[in-house]
């Protein structure tokens, strides 16, 4: 085939003039190692010379073209087909928020326009037999009500469950409960505890109004009314949190040793027990932070870090990556094996162990957490981890 052909091909595909056979003929030639060369000269051509306004194809015609590329099932029989990456920046700079180029059997995975195996180098995907599906989490919470009864969300339709106080307790929908004053002049307060399991996600709406999403094996305790001077809430794990607006009433958050306190904001705070740090990160509005004597203000774009040690470092927050879980992703920078695996975990509820030498790599990017767990290692063997699956353990080899 010559370069000519190829490049005719390559050019007709990303204008969307390619007849169904010009692109079956493409799709042909991204298989042969011989043309790894051109291929790469009109990927690198084409990126440089990309205008970001222009809009080159809708995002249906990007996901059938990534999944063309990739071919999985007919061409590449160890990559699965259902990994879409994330299009935080959209399809339309040539999948520039992550995009896999298959050229003679490797895989690289882009993110921005740079490689990131853990070298920067190609990772030739690695056959690892795999069983069956560990799907994806699912909306799923337990509800404890002041007496400790327990209401499992997940099994109740929709409407009132219960009522507390003087507040009414709502399943609005398969994703979020509510808390609805009644016109009782009833001011007992009552303590309730929302708690996601592994696998688990879930929203609640508190009784001002604020909003809260729970990811998964998280917790949140607070009161069925807030009264007095202040509103007061306990979380575990992480959530995210839009506090409706009351200069009377700050709202305050304990978390483990350390306090977060609002007026009215969106803020996500990451405090599980098995994080090396508690991670509080502002979005609108303004935090301050607060651990012993030590106080410090956030202001958006910015993230708390605590440490083991307890010192409160203020850094900038990667606010795609923070935001991820609540958006349905995953999404590294540079990550390690173990911080990218206990995401695993919780998500799909699986444990996770480690034979031989941990894997010394970092990995960045971003997929679905939709995905059943036997798509999301496929993808990270790309970058040549390997896992075994035996029920619910997740084998990582070395």
């Known amino acids: 085939m010559s370069q000519s052909r190829l490049s005719y091909l390559f050019k007709v595909y990303f204008n969307k003039t390619a007849t169904p056979n010009e692109r079956d003929e493409l799709m042909e030639l991204l298989m042969h190692e011989e043309n790894d ?35 999985i099932e007919k061409e590449l029989k160890n990559v699965s087909p259902a990994i879409i990456v994330k299009r935080s920046f959209s399809w339309v700079k040539f999948a520039a928020a992550a995009m896999f180029i298959i050229t003679a059997g490797s895989v690289y995975f882009w993110l921005n326009n740079i490689k990131i195996s853990p070298q920067t180098v190609q990772a030739k995907i690695i056959s690892t037999k ?47 409960l509510a ?37 998964a094996a998280s917790s949140i305790h607070f009161p069925t009314i807030f009264t007095g001077k202040e509103r007061r809430v306990t979380v575990t794990g992480e959530a995210y949190f839009e506090v409706a607006k009351n200069a009377a009433m700050p709202f305050k958050i304990t978390v483990k040793d350390m306090e977060v306190e609002v007026l009215g904001t969106h803020f996500n705070v990451m405090a599980y027990d098995d994080e090396n740090s508690m991670n509080t990160t502002l979005l609108e509005g303004s935090v301050k932070i607060s651990k012993g004597v030590i106080k410090k203000m956030l202001v958006p774009g910015q993230q708390s870090v605590i440490n083991s040690t307890g010192e409160i470092n203020i850094v900038d927050a990667d606010m795609e990556e923070v935001m991820a879980w609540k958006n349905g992703w995953f999404q590294f920078n540079a990550a390690d094996i173990k911080t990218v695996m206990r995401q695993i975990s919780r998500w799909y509820a699986v444990e996770v162990v480690y034979e031989g030498k941990i894997p010394d790599g970092h990995y960045s990017g971003a997929v679905s957490r939709d995905n059943d767990i036997f798509q999301v290692l496929k993808i990270m063997q790309s970058g040549g981890v390997r896992f075994k699956i035996e029920g619910r353990k997740v084998i990582v080899l070395s």
């Open 37 to 71: 060369e051109q291929l790469k000269m009109l990927l690198t051509n084409t990126w440089q010379a990309f205008n970001s306004q222009q809009q080159l194809f809708n995002d249906k015609q990007g996901d059938d073209m990534f999944v063309n590329i990739l071919n």
């Open 130 to 176: 795999l069983t069956p599906v560990i799907a994806a989490g699912t909306n799923k919470a337990v509800l404890t009500l002041a007496d400790g009864s327990n209401i499992v969300l997940d099994s109740m339709g929709q409407g009132i469950l219960a009522k507390q106080g003087n507040a009414k307790v709502i399943k609005l929908n398969t994703t979020t």
């Open 179 to 215: 808390y609805n004053a009644t016109d009782e002049n009833n001011q007992e307060v009552l303590y309730n505890t929302l708690a996601t399991p592994n696998g688990g996600k879930y929203q609640l709406i508190l009784p001002d109004g604020s909003k809260v999403w729970l990811n």
